[in-house]
């Protein structure tokens, strides 16, 4: 499957803000957003205005790259989140987050999404006791979600680990580092996610 390969801190001076691609190092002086906070190219700093379209196509590229997914990938949740009850761009949000990759860079078992989806599909991972090694696995309410005994030592995973403190875990998981184990205690509402997107104007790119 197809991969963004170029320098990700390029996506975020696309968007103009910091997308959180890199990790712990998103958070520190080393972030090349808080250097140069400008577009890529040539005439990078002179920002230009979009027509309503380009705004709700940068929306949905935003948050496609927040969660590293690919066109298809993320028209697959729009079509599920427009069919389940509810807001549909609420319901798009949740789909996001409730994936395998996502909840363990939540819980601070990976520094990126990027990174926790390379974990999930090494089979660092077990969802109830069982090896699962999907990325876009979907967890619900009460899962358990617990590093293999034998992937403990994983630098990646204990550096994560260490450095998690910076970004915080939200309060709808629950993490024992102890037991090297996290719970989703209870799906997030909208008010509990804090990312910058505006959801309904990519329900209204695809509704067109």
Not at 3 to 13: G, H, K, P, Q
Not at 32 to 55: I, W
């Amino acid at each position: 499957m197809a991969r963004y390969r170029d320098s990700v801190c390029r996506l975020c001076r696309r968007e103009g803000l910091k997308l959180f691609l890199k990790g712990d190092r998103c958070y520190s002086e080393k972030c090349a957003f808080e250097r140069r906070g400008f577009a890529p190219g040539d005439h990078g700093q002179l920002r230009k205005k979009f027509s309503d379209y380009g705004v709700q196509l940068r929306e949905k590229q935003k948050l496609k790259r927040m969660y590293g997914l690919l066109e298809k990938q993320f028209r697959g949740y729009f079509a599920k989140a427009e069919r389940q009850k509810g807001i549909t761009g609420t319901n798009l949000l949740l789909f996001l987050e409730r994936r395998l990759d996502n909840m363990i860079f939540r819980m601070g078992f990976a520094n990126s999404r990027t990174e926790a989806r390379q974990l999930v599909r090494h089979n660092h991972f077990l969802v109830g006791g069982k090896p699962v090694n999907i990325p876009s696995y979907l967890l619900k309410q009460g899962d358990e979600v617990q590093i293999r005994e034998g992937s403990r030592k994983v630098e990646r995973i204990i550096e994560a680990m260490e450095t998690v403190a910076r970004r915080g875990v939200p309060q709808w998981l629950e993490v024992d580092k102890t037991n090297f184990k996290g719970v989703v205690k209870m799906l997030p509402t909208r008010e509990d996610l804090t990312m910058p997107v505006k959801e309904q104007l990519v329900v209204e790119l695809y509704s067109k």
